[in-house]
C-alpha cells in the first residue's frame, strides 16, 4: 500500500504524499503498481458523466479540468518536450538537450494543439466506460514503452530508476490485462482500440530508440497521452 501510494503521489496531484516516507527501495518496489494509478485517475473522469450536464462541450470542459488538476499535466509535459527534441531532426545529444528544455517550441505547440483538439473532441463522444479505461490503458503502454526499451540518458534520475526497474514479461502481462479488460468492458471496439494502442506504443518505442538511443521520462509521457488520444478516437468511431 505504502508503495502504491508513493506511485500515486508522484503521478497525480492527489495529496497522498504525506503519508509515506520516499525511499529508492519503496520506490522501486511501488513501479510495478503504476498502470494501476490509471484506475484511480479514471475515477475521477466519470464523474461528469454522472452529472447529467446536457450541454456537452460544458461536459467535455469539466473532464479535460479535472483531468489536468489531478494529473498536474505531468505527462503533457513530456509530450511537448519529446515533440521538440524528436522532431527537430537534429543528432541525439542536441535531440536530448532540447528535450530537457523547459520551453516549448513550434513542434511541441502543435501537438499540444492537437491534442487539445483531440481530447475535447473525443469526450464528448465516447461514454463513461471509455474515460474509465483510457488512463490505464496510457499507463500501461507507457509502461511498455519502457519494459522494451533502455534509458537514453547517461545520467541518473527518476526516469532512470523507472525504466530499468521495468521488465518486459510485467509489461507483456499488464498488456494483456489492458487488452482483455477492454474486450470485456467495451466490446469489440475496445480490443480494437486496446490493440491498436499496443501497437502504436511498440513503433514509437522503436523510432525513438533511432533517434535517441532509448527512453526517457519526457517520451514515455509522449507515449502515455498519444496512446490515450488514439484509444478515445478509436471509441468515438464506434457508432
Same mark, same amino acid.
Given at each position: 500500500m505504502n508503495s502504491? /501510494?508513493?506511485? $500515486?503521489?508522484?503521478?497525480?496531484?492527489?495529496?497522498? @504524499?504525506?503519508?509515506?516516507?520516499?525511499?529508492?527501495?519503496?520506490? +522501486?518496489?511501488?513501479?510495478?503498481?503504476?498502470?494501476?494509478?490509471?484506475?484511480?485517475?479514471?475515477?475521477?473522469?466519470?464523474?461528469?458523466?454522472?452529472?447529467?450536464?446536457?450541454?456537452?462541450?460544458?461536459?467535455?470542459?469539466?473532464?479535460?479540468? /479535472?483531468?489536468? $488538476?489531478?494529473?498536474?499535466?505531468?505527462?503533457?509535459? @513530456?509530450?511537448?518536450?519529446?515533440?521538440?527534441?524528436?522532431?527537430? +531532426?537534429?543528432?541525439q545529444k542536441r535531440i536530448l538537450e532540447i528535450m530537457k528544455d523547459s520551453r516549448i517550441g513550434t513542434f511541441g505547440a502543435i501537438g499540444l494543439i492537437l491534442y487539445f483538439l483531440i481530447f475535447y473532441t473525443t469526450v464528448q463522444i465516447v461514454d463513461y466506460r471509455w474515460l474509465f479505461l483510457m488512463p490505464f490503458v496510457g499507463k500501461v503502454t507507457g509502461f511498455l514503452a519502457a519494459g522494451v526499451s533502455k534509458y537514453a540518458r547517461g545520467e541518473g534520475g527518476m526516469g532512470k530508476l523507472f525504466i530499468e526497474g521495468i521488465s518486459i514479461w510485467k509489461a507483456m502481462i499488464y498488456s494483456l490485462i489492458m487488452v482483455v479488460l477492454s474486450y470485456l468492458i467495451l466490446g469489440t471496439m475496445g480490443l480494437m482500440a486496446s490493440l491498436m494502442a499496443?501497437?502504436?506504443?511498440?513503433?514509437?518505442?522503436?523510432?525513438?530508440?533511432?533517434?535517441?538511443?532509448?527512453?526517457?521520462?519526457?517520451?514515455?509521457?509522449?507515449?502515455?497521452?498519444?496512446?490515450?488520444?488514439i484509444f478515445l478516437l478509436i471509441g468515438s468511431m464506434r457508432g
Open positions: 502504491f /501510494l508513493l506511485m $500515486l503521489s508522484f503521478f497525480t496531484r492527489i495529496p497522498v @504524499g504525506n503519508h509515506v516516507n520516499y525511499s529508492n527501495e519503496r520506490f +522501486n518496489k511501488g513501479i510495478v503498481l503504476f498502470p494501476l494509478t490509471g484506475f484511480v485517475v479514471g475515477i475521477f473522469l466519470v464523474a461528469p458523466k454522472f452529472l447529467n450536464i446536457s450541454i456537452k462541450p460544458i461536459e467535455a470542459i469539466f473532464i479535460i479540468i /479535472l483531468y489536468l $488538476l489531478i494529473t498536474g499535466a505531468i505527462h503533457i509535459d @513530456g509530450l511537448t518536450d519529446s515533440l521538440d527534441g524528436l522532431l527537430s +531532426n537534429r543528432d499496443l501497437m502504436f506504443t511498440i513503433a514509437m518505442a522503436k523510432w525513438i530508440y533511432n533517434k535517441i538511443g532509448g527512453m526517457t521520462g519526457d517520451t514515455i509521457g509522449l507515449v502515455i497521452e498519444v496512446s490515450q488520444c
